[in-house]
Every structure is written in C-alpha cells, then in structure tokens.
Antibody, heavy 120, light 107 residues
C-alpha cells in the first residue's frame, strides 16, 4: 500500500525557517517525481514545488521561488521542503504528493498533510 | 502560467441529480494534461479523472470527464450521498496549476 506521511509542520515566525519532510513507502520512491501542494485554511489547492526522480530538476511556483527549496533523498525514501523567510501567506496545510509515473502525469497519491502556521 | 477558472463556485443539488462542473483554461492544455480531484473535509484530494476523460483506478463510472483545448467538463451522472464534496481541476504540465474549486452541496 502506497503511503506518504508528512512531518515537520508547526508554528514559525515570519522570516524564520522550517523544514518539512515526507516519508514514502509501498512504492519504489526513486522512480517517481514528487511534489508539494498546499492549502491555506478554507481555501483551494496551490501547487508549490516539484522535483524529478533523481533530484536534478526542480520547479517552483512564483509565490515561493527564491525562498523555498525542494530536495529528496532516495536512499531514505524521503522528500523535503526547506522553507526560508516564510510569510503569513505561507500559512497552510502542506501535502506531499507523487506523480503516477515519469513525465507529465497526474498526482495519484497524497499524504494527509502537515500544518504550517507563520505568525509572530 | 495556465490559469484555470472553475464554474459554478457552488452547485446545490439533490441526491440522484446530475452534476455538471466546468473548467476553463487561459490557454490550451497540451495533450489533455487535465485532471479532476475530489476533496472531502479533513481529507487529502483524491484523483478522479486524468487525461481529461480517463477514470482513475477504483472510480465509479458515474464520474466522467470530457473536453479538450481550453474547455473541460466533469459530469456526475447521478449524485450519491458520498459525492457531496469540493472538486478541483488541474493541469499537470511542467508547472501544474489548480482551479479554484466547485463545491457540490446538498440542496
């Protein structure tokens, strides 16, 4: 059974830093592109960032570019999101999700999310 | 960036009725890289439709997708009680984007 479990969320001050993690199991982690999607309280889904299977290609949404860094460790079946200089508008539930296969494919499995609150 | 606009924002229907949800893209979505997701309160999104018209594994056939280019539609032929939820369209190209969502609520 495919499982994605996020961790690392919590309260962070504006301008601080936070690292989110996502542990994958039940599939060959290194064979799939991985992404982060977030959802502000009561709002819709917003794509945040994605990373290729080997980690050599990363893409970011305009709202986080230059502040957040996505990475992965395939030996540990783990995905990460380093959040630097977070702002109040980054407050959201952050989901880890995988593409269904290589290339441009839909997001077939999602974690339950980890909540990040940016506030002083 | 491809902007996706979903309509209506809220759809009030009764169980057994047909639901028709629209998703319009600001530019053509390549090779129908268009998906639909269902999200219930407190849950992660669930993939329903990909490639504009292909049902994901385990999705009942009352869900169907259609469209191409810039105009796409999700149809639920007969609403079951468990179908009342929020639905999002997504283009899953290099920089994916989501629509704002349509809430299907019980009338």
């Amino acid at each position: 059974e495919v499982q994605l479990v996020e961790s690392g969320g919590g309260l962070v001050q504006p301008g601080g830093s936070l690292r989110l993690s996502c542990a994958g199991s039940g599939f060959t982690f290194g064979d799939y592109p991985m992404h982060w999607v977030r959802q502000a309280p009561g709002k819709g889904l917003e794509w945040v960032s994605g990373i290729s299977e080997s980690g050599d290609i990363t893409v970011y949404g305009d709202s986080v570019k230059g502040r957040f860094t996505i990475s992965r460790d395939n030996a540990k079946n783990s995905l990460y999101l380093q959040m630097n200089s977070p702002r109040a508008e980054d407050t959201a539930l952050y989901f880890c999700t995988k593409r269904s296969s290589s290339g441009w494919t839909p997001f077939d499995y999602w974690g339950q999310g980890t909540l990040v609150t940016v506030s002083s | 960036e491809i902007v996706l606009t979903q309509s209506p924002g809220t759809l009030s229907l009764s169980p057994g009725e047909r639901a028709t949800l629209s998703c319009r893209a600001s530019q053509s979505v390549s090779s129908s890289y268009l998906a639909w997701y269902q999200q219930k309160p407190g849950q992660a999104p669930r993939l329903l439709i990909y490639g504009a018209s292909n049902r994901a594994t385990g999705i009942p056939d009352r869900f169907s997708g259609s469209g191409s280019g810039t105009d796409f539609t999700l149809t639920i032929s007969r609403l079951e009680p468990e179908d009342f939820a929020v639905y999002y369209c997504q283009q899953y190209g290099n920089s994916p984007t989501f629509g704002g969502g349509t809430k299907v609520e019980i009338k």
